[in-house]
């Protein structure tokens, strides 16, 4: 048996990072839009604040926000954290696989048209991936903004045939929170509602589940 390990999981911080209060912790895990404006100086604060935290393993992944993150290697930026882009890695056993691509919205970062463009990425997602971290939900799980589904059509279609035990992302933050299937369970951490509301807490998963 694996030992167990304590997750810490934020995701969209957009800047507010230092107003949250972080628990102790195996691994952290921040599923993207940590800046507000996507620069550079931002990156930098927000990487210089993960070097502050205690956790032995941080994994990072871009959102829609991360204009600088298309443009320069996030790999040399991040120096106090594992840095994903579409990309998978094993650590302490598990398979992790994370991603910033999500439908189109607003010419933002990292997006592509809903269709074969998004189902191309998706399916690159490795079949043994045991914790898949994106920016974007996958439709119908914690992606509702007031009456409307918004998440990602294939990326459900993807998650279904395999099944990876832990699904975290971000992105909707009307719908921070955490559901379950027979499979997997599925973590939205939106740390923030809105810029001047109450953050929301981290979300802790115990592994294996």
């Not at 898949?132 to 459900?156: A, M, N």
């Amino acid at each position: 048996m694996p030992s167990p390990l304590k997750l810490v999981i934020i995701s969209d911080t957009h800047g507010l990072h230092e107003l949250l209060t972080i628990p102790d912790g195996d691994m952290l895990i921040h599923a993207g839009d940590m800046t507000e404006y996507g620069e550079l100086d931002e990156i930098k604060a927000f990487d210089d604040w993960l070097g502050t935290l205690p956790h032995k393993h941080k994994i990072v992944i871009a959102g829609n926000h991360e204009h600088c993150l298309e443009e320069h290697d996030g790999h040399l930026l991040f120096k106090n954290a594992i840095y994903l882009q579409h990309q998978a890695i094993t650590i302490e056993g598990i398979r992790f696989f994370g991603s910033p691509w999500q439908p189109f919205f607003h010419n933002m970062a990292f997006n592509l048209r809903r269709g074969q463009d998004l189902a191309e990425k998706w399916q690159q997602i490795p079949s043994n991936t045991d914790i898949l971290i994106t920016h974007t939900p996958p439709f119908k799980y914690l992606d509702r903004v007031r009456s409307q589904w918004v998440g990602c059509e294939d990326l459900l279609k993807r998650v279904q045939e395999l099944k990876p035990k832990l699904h975290i992302f971000g992105h909707i933050h009307e719908s921070y929170g955490q559901e379950a299937n027979r499979h997997t369970l599925f973590v939205n951490a939106c740390s923030v509602l809105e810029l001047d509301a109450p953050l929301n807490k981290p979300v802790i998963v115990n592994w294996p589940l």
